[in-house]
């Protein structure tokens, strides 16, 4: 079957290579000729030259010996001869002078004709004793050109010029009628294998469909495989060869001289954009209708449960969550370099927003909502083995397997592992440690960094080099350059990533000890993913893992495992052993304060942050360049800027704080009172729960987990959703009110301490009621809190059980829970990237309201300060204060932390 599909993707390629050499071929063009110099012989020549565009507007050049009082009769001449007004833009001596042409021909949809009469022009310019005229005609180029009389056509790689030589005293060309642009043929020529590019994948898709879905169910996982291989460089082919033919077949120019005829201005047709958007869009249309197509594939030997619909909305918006951010950013740099800033500030906000916008809607289809694991065994184990291996493990996050049937595991940037619940499901726990060790040593050898590195500067290589390239004459014009370096790009990334797996075989080899348990345990994963356990090497060349056999081989060498035993091992099926629990996060209904929600809240918190401390500067540094204040009155305005925007960033914090936690307590209320928990009846507070004595962040929260506090007779009961549990009077050892976290606005937590049976300390953990709209309020609402606890814990009042589900809770039983201490978030690599996002943010806001980067000005200001003059010139400092006060406003967010001291026990 694997034979069948690597023989019919060859033929794909084949088909693809033939179908893009003969558009090169038919897209050749003549060598171009060099132009050649019309420098005038003497005073007796003239020259002129006429460059037309895709609307029939001409610019003028011209140049002849003629004097002032001559000139204006000239350019009436010209005006009769291109039968338009000719306006002046430049002139020098009276001898030359542009000059520009509005609708100097008519454009007829995709056809721009018309006629230069020359002829009252050379009985002008004879009287004035000129003899001979050197004309040149230049157009853009387009799929045919046509002059009456012909001259001498000379091609260029985006023009196409025509040139004449006019003796005066013999007979010659009194007018010239010609026409450029696209006729129907010429359409239907370029646009032929254009169609063949795109319709050939839906085709092969098809037939790869009816024979993938013929195999014997024995045949599966080699079917899979191949049709999987088969949809993914059907992808990429269709991409490489599309962009192939587009510029052998000069499409972008079809696209040029279109859009210029709906665009007056011709921005939209000149934009990197458009032109970026040609070359990606129709194939990757053709890759979602290819995924569309694979639909029975998928659903009867992957076993996948999507729908159809399913699969379309995940294939429309992971094209969408990739292709258009990295559209919209590269426009926004293409846009910086064409000196729009405030374009260019604008497409790559577009960029970020469709990022985060696009993986939230792929994330929600696809239904990955990855759930922080921050208690429990298997965290426990992965932490003792991620200290082994002396990693700073931040996060632990389990994914829904869902209708995907996804079995595998990730490492993150960040220091953070992925596991699907299907590896938990599927895999003992000797096999999961190791497969999570072999995670581990990824994050170790901080592999998926490298990985990202190395993709970034092939695609950003590719970008810089093929423009190089070509403009420098070091490579033929029509060989395509960009797409073999994105496959180089590509291939060179596959090399290093089966490397790196290697490298972290070896690694979890080391860390857990147990290459027995790596083996069955990757094995497992093949199977359950439908891959076969073996495949070439030249098939792995094209892959980011090695086949199985191959890894198990070279597991067993390291772990001195005898060759001979290597198949039995292989062969092994059976989960045996004991299974690690899947969290009920993930295997319940889901949690309503969940990593997700979590996420947003954060990211909503840090937006109205960053906007209260952007905003202020931009609009302080504009009011001063608009009223044009100098000397003392910008410097106040400057320093009451710093002011106000420490002021307000403070203001936001202070609002932002809890900024959906209504929210959360409304959905938590109504899942408690359908289990039987009259949350509202029984008097509940909802509260925010941390474990220990010390403040720590959770998920960039400074809780771990939500729920309502209750208070029956002398039970403390508290239920929420990582932990139910409840404290008698006698059990709590003592109440407090303090563990301030570190902030600028002074907010406590209500700290409870508690002993076990046997009397001895055993535990604490932090309240703060959530019931609040700003850190103000919070504090009130803490000491109210508090007191009312002191008062029950001094003086408990006997009443009956209100309610069945509280009367059996047990005291809190909480283990090690991942957090971060509030001086890991002041390490220096931290603190430097987020001031240079700031950085970036402050100086997009500034160049959005017209803020120039004056860098001259400034520098020159400088200079003055310590050279003192007595006329200094002002510069404009607007841009650059926003970026100052945007840094020193965001460092002094960090100095609470740096402030902060651990409490003593």
């Known amino acids: 079957m694997s034979k069948f599909f690597l023989r019919h993707s060859l033929s794909f390629f084949v088909a693809f290579l033939l179908t893009a050499g003969i558009a090169v071929a038919r897209a050749q063009k003549p060598p171009v000729a060099q132009e050649p110099d019309k420098e005038r012989v003497d005073a007796s020549s003239a020259s002129l ?258 729908t159809r619909r399913e699969m379309f909305l995940q294939a429309l918006w992971g094209q969408a969550s990739s292709f258009l951010p990295f559209l919209f950013f590269l426009t926004g740099l293409f846009s910086f370099f064409s000196e729009e800033p405030r374009t260019g500030v604008l497409w790559i906000a577009a960029a970020y927003v469709t990022l985060v916008v696009g993986r939230q809607r792929l994330a929600s289809v696809m239904d990955w909502t990855p759930h922080a694991l921050t208690v429990g065994e298997l965290r426990d184990r992965l932490f003792a083995l991620a200290a082994k291996a002396k990693i700073k493990l931040q996060q632990i996050y389990v994914l829904p397997a869902g209708k995907g049937n996804m079995t595998n595991a990730f490492a993150a940037q960040g220091n953070s592992v992925l596991l699907t619940d299907s590896l938990l499901r599927n895999l003992n726990k000797r096999e999961v440690d190791a497969v999570m060790a072999h995670e581990l040593a990824h994050l170790k050898h901080r592999h998926p960094a490298a990985l990202g590195a190395i993709f970034a500067l092939g695609i950003t290589g590719a970008l810089v080099l093929d423009p190089f390239l070509h403009e420098s004459h070091l490579v033929p014009p029509w060989l395509p350059l960009m797409p073999l370096m994105v496959l180089l790009s590509l291939l060179i990334f596959y090399l290093f990533s089966r490397r790196y797996e290697s490298a972290a075989d070896a690694g979890a080899v080391m860390l857990s000890g147990d290459a027995e348990a790596l083996i069955t345990g990757l094995v497992k994963v093949y199977r359950l993913n439908m891959l076969p356990l073996h495949w070439g090497k030249w098939q792995e060349k094209t892959l980011t893992h090695p086949s199985s056999v191959r890894r198990a081989q070279s597991i067993a060498r390291l772990a001195g495992i005898p060759a001979e035993q290597v198949p039995s091992i292989l062969a092994t099926t059976e989960a045996e052993g004991e299974h690690y629990p899947i969290p009920h996060a993930v295997s319940g209904e889901g949690k309503v304060f969940s990593s997700l929600r979590k996420g947003r809240i954060s990211l909503g918190v840090a937006w109205i942050c960053i906007a209260a401390m952007t905003i202020p500067p931009a609009v302080i540094a504009l009011l001063v360049r608009l009223c044009g204040w100098q000397g003392p009155a910008r410097w106040a305005a400057y320093l009451g800027g710093v002011i106000v925007t420490f002021a307000l960033s403070l203001l936001a914090s202070n609002f932002a704080a809890f900024l959906g936690y209504a929210g959360l307590q409304r959905q938590l209320r109504a899942r408690l009172e359908q289990r039987g928990i009259p949350c509202s009846a029984l008097g509940g507070r909802f509260v925010g729960l941390s474990p220990g004595s010390a403040p720590r962040l959770y998920e960039k929260h400074w809780i771990w987990d939500i729920g309502f506090l209750f208070i029956e007779g002398n039970r403390l009961c508290y239920v929420g959703e990582e932990t139910q549990f409840a404290l008698r009077t006698d059990q709590i050892a003592d109440l407090s009110i303090g563990a301030n976290p570190p902030g600028w606005w002074r907010t406590e937590n209500i700290c409870v301490s508690w002993r076990d049976a046997e009397g001895g300390m055993s535990q604490s953990f932090l309240l703060r009621p959530l019931e609040v709209r700003s850190l103000g309020q919070l504090g009130r609402e803490v000491r109210v809190l508090g007191e009312r606890l002191l008062a029950w814990w001094r003086s408990p009042q006997a009443a009956p059980q209100a309610c069945e589900s509280l009367a059996e809770l047990m005291p809190p039983s909480l283990g090690e829970i991942s957090s971060l201490r509030p001086r890991e978030v002041i390490k220096r690599e931290k603190i430097l990237i987020g001031l240079f996002f700031m950085a970036i943010v402050a100086s997009g806001v500034a160049l959005l309201l017209g803020l120039p980067f004056d860098w001259d000005g400034v520098t020159r200001w400088v200079w003055e300060l310590f050279a003192p003059v007595a006329d200094p010139s002002p510069a404009d400092l607007g841009f650059w204060y926003v970026v100052g006060v945007v840094l020193f406003v965001s460092f002094l967010q960090y100095v609470p932390f740096f402030r902060y001291r651990e409490p003593t026990a």
């Open 49 to 306: 030259s006429l460059m037309f565009d895709a609307q029939g507007n001409v610019e003028i050049d011209f140049d002849a010996g003629i004097g002032p009082e001559q000139f204006r009769r000239t350019v009436q001449e010209l005006s009769k001869a291109l039968h338009c007004e000719v306006q002046v833009v430049d002139q020098r001596d009276w001898e030359w002078f542009t000059g520009r042409c509005h609708e100097g021909f008519q454009r007829n949809f995709l056809i721009v004709a018309g006629e230069v009469d020359l002829g009252s022009l050379v009985g002008f310019l004879k009287t004035l004793g000129i003899r001979q005229m050197f004309l040149e005609i230049e157009h853009p180029l387009t799929g045919f050109t046509e002059f009456s009389p012909g001259g001498e056509l000379e091609p260029s790689p985006d023009t196409a010029i025509v040139s004449y030589h006019i003796p005066f005293d013999l007979p010659s060309v009194s007018a010239i009628h010609f026409s450029y642009g696209y006729r129907w043929r010429d359409l239907w020529r370029a646009s032929f294998p254009l169609v063949v590019i795109l319709l050939l994948p839906l085709g092969l898709t098809l037939r790869a469909r009816r024979v993938a879905l013929a195999a014997h169910k024995d045949e599966h996982p080699a079917a899979w495989f191949g049709f999987s291989r088969f949809l993914q460089w059907t992808g990429l082919g269709t991409l490489l060869v599309w962009w192939t033919a587009v510029d052998a077949l000069q499409v972008h120019a079809f696209k040029d001289f279109m859009l210029a005829g709906m665009d007056s201005s011709g921005q939209l047709a000149n934009s990197f954009s458009s032109s970026l958007l040609l070359i990606l869009f129709p194939p990757l249309m053709i890759n979602i209708a290819c995924t569309v197509l694979s639909y029975p594939v998928q659903s009867r030997i992957r076993g996948v449960r999507w």
